[in-house]
């Protein structure tokens, strides 16, 4: 068998769910022995009480006693054999799940912007915990099933041509035809265990955009409403879980139906050779016995192996990238474009159209241009397409119509990470880890020279106006911040965002509404910060500060579709 060896490091390998479980092959081993050995108890058990039918029919005591001995010996070691199994598998799954965690994660972490952007953040998440949830709780129940049920079959069949090849025969014929039955239950099955996958999503997404805008729900009175959309959410995910549990049942009785009537027939066939041909009882229920052990087998491994084979669609999707997104991916790790990203004379925006719907344009034949080193304040009526604008020129939508140019060089023929690298996003809701205040800062960026990454942060934080939050916090920079910053004001948390930016040493700061969501006072201290700022800066923002937003260098307003350009001396409208 091949060896597999999957790096789990943030590469390009893609493993198929066989080659993962292939990829420890000592632990594979252990938990195919750990299965196998059950199916061999089970087995023994059979022959226990074969055994111990004819106790009673010998002479002699010291005989019986042997007998006796032996039957017990042979109940009680299946019990040993499961223990010994538990210790066996459980390691194995473990490392397994592990693996699958860390693919699928991987598999999100691997997304481009554009690529992330295309799902909202629920479904990576629904994924991320439902997914993997429901794949722990049926994908090793159903190797599991496969691999016992499969050897307590080859067990019980081998046992019925060594004692009678008729038997064996007939069981071996039996099996085929339940097996050919169960292969039709399995597209149905896999399309079942998907929809539970779909419907989990929706409830994600629900959920999470409640959580999300609670404080607005309990404001205006409405969540008994969305509680009830909720619940009704909750229904279908519920309702998708028991289609798939009753089609499972299903499967599986329809097989035990067919093969007890195989059996009720056979019964029939064992008890007349014990009239006619003078069979032993003993011999004859181990026969009947093993037969059972085959039929029944068979009917429990087709529900466990349709079972696995929707598991493995599931893995899938879990970790494994669509043909579009490895072409996606493969044209962004080694693009044709081979320019580094300048900005020292201009950056021009010529005719310039984008439309989500293809019947409607948001931006129709915009024309600007931005100079190196000034600050604009970008306007116009909610709704317009100014965020839309943003991301065009930041590289994250890329399907539009015109031209966007850098220095004459047009966007599109420009190296992606260094696009990334020169052009940074403040966003109206900043998002802070559960970490070092300094930490959120860098973002784990840090220089190897500690002496410069220093300076370099001490000149970051007096730009972006935190020297005070950092003399107060208990612990300065290493201070850990809680969860999304809520121990921060609105305008500290802005600044650090600020800060994040100017670690980051971009040319270019584009700032989309960053104090909508402060105070008047603080949201003019944050736009005397950016416009302090050596960077570009392009602002989008509805307030007026007298005093403060007059100091913008061009104002550039969306209107109709298209860009008007005013200096900034010129009376804000």
């Known amino acids: ?7 789990l490091n943030f590469d390009n390998s893609q493993p198929t769910l066989k080659e993962l479980l292939k990829s420890r092959k000592r632990g594979f081993i252990s938990y195919f022995l750990g299965c196998f050995i059950t199916a061999i108890g089970s087995l023994i058990t059979y022959i226990a009480a074969s055994s111990g039918v004819e106790i009673f029919s010998m002479n002699s005591k010291q005989e019986i006693k042997q007998r006796i001995l032996l039957v017990a010996f042979l109940f009680l070691l299946p019990s040993i054999l499961h223990i010994m199994s538990r210790f066996l598998r459980i390691g194995y799954m473990r490392d397994i799940l592990l693996d699958i965690r860390k693919l699928a994660f991987r598999k999100i972490m691997r997304f ?4 992330f952007a295309q799902e909202s953040k629920n479904k990576y998440l629904s994924g991320l915990v439902n997914d993997i949830n429901l794949f722990e709780n049926e994908f090793f129940v159903s190797l599991l099933g496969i691999i016992y049920q499969g050897g307590r079959y080859i067990l019980g069949l081998a046992v019925l041509f060594v004692t009678d090849w008729r038997f064996g025969l007939i069981g071996l014929i039996s099996s085929i035809g339940l097996a050919i039955i169960g292969k039709f239950f399995r597209n149905k099955t896999i399309k079942l265990r998907l929809a539970i996958s779909d419907q989990n999503v929706v409830f994600q997404n629900r959920i999470g955009n409640i959580f999300h805008g609670l404080e607005i729900l309990k404001l205006n009175q409405v969540e008994e409403k969305f509680y009830i959309q909720a619940s009704n959410d909750i229904d279908q995910l519920e309702k998708s879980k028991g289609h798939f549990r009753f089609f499972k049942n299903l499967q599986q009785e329809t097989l035990w139906t067919i093969g007890n009537i195989i059996l009720m027939l056979t019964f029939l066939y064992i008890s007349f050779n014990i009239a006619t041909e003078g069979k032993t009882v003993a011999t004859s229920i181990i026969q009947f016995l093993m037969l059972n052990t085959s039929i029944f087998s068979i009917a429990m491994f087709m529900p466990h192996y349709n079972s696995f084979k929707s598991s493995t669609e599931l893995y899938n999707k879990l970790v494994l990238l669509t043909e579009e997104q490895k072409v996606t991916i493969a044209q962004a790790s080694t693009p044709t474009a081979k320019t580094e990203f300048r900005f020292q004379e201009k950056l021009e925006v010529r005719n310039l159209n984008f439309a989500y719907d293809t019947n409607k344009l948001l931006l129709h034949n915009v024309n600007f241009t931005i100079e190196p080193g000034k600050k604009y304040l970008l306007r116009g009526p909610s709704g317009s397409g100014k965020t839309t604008l943003i991301n065009i020129l930041s590289g994250v939508i890329t399907n539009y119509q015109g031209e966007i140019l850098f220095d ?15 052009i940074a996003e403040m966003q109206q809701d900043v998002f802070l880890f559960e970490d070092t205040l300094l930490n ?8 190897d020279n500690s002496k410069t990454s220093q300076a370099k942060i ?11 939050l950092v003399e107060k916090l208990p612990n300065g920079l290493e201070t850990l911040l809680e969860e999304n910053g809520k121990n921060l004001s ?6 650090i965002s600020i800060a994040r930016t100017l670690y980051k040493n971009s040319q270019i700061i584009l700032a989309d509404e960053p104090t909508s969501g402060l105070d008047p006072e603080t949201g003019e201290l944050i736009e005397q910060t950016l416009l302090a700022l050596p960077q570009t800066v392009i602002t989008i923002s509805h307030r007026d500060y007298p005093g403060t937003s007059e100091n ?4 550039l307003l969306l209107t109709d579709k298209q860009i008007k350009q005013y200096r900034g001396e010129q009376c804000l409208e």
């Open 440 to 447: 959120n800062i860098t973002l784990y960026q840090e220089d």
């Open 112 to 115: 481009s912007p554009q690529m």
């Open 408 to 422: 004459n060089v047009k966007l599109s023929a420009i190296e992606p990470n260094s696009i990334l690298a020169s």
């Open 1 to 7: 068998m091949r060896h597999f060896t999957i790096n």
């Open 458 to 468: 001490t000149q970051v934080i007096k730009q972006a106006g935190l020297a005070q």
């Open 552 to 555: 913008y260098d061009y104002i």
């Open 490 to 495: 609105g305008g500290e948390r802005q600044r």
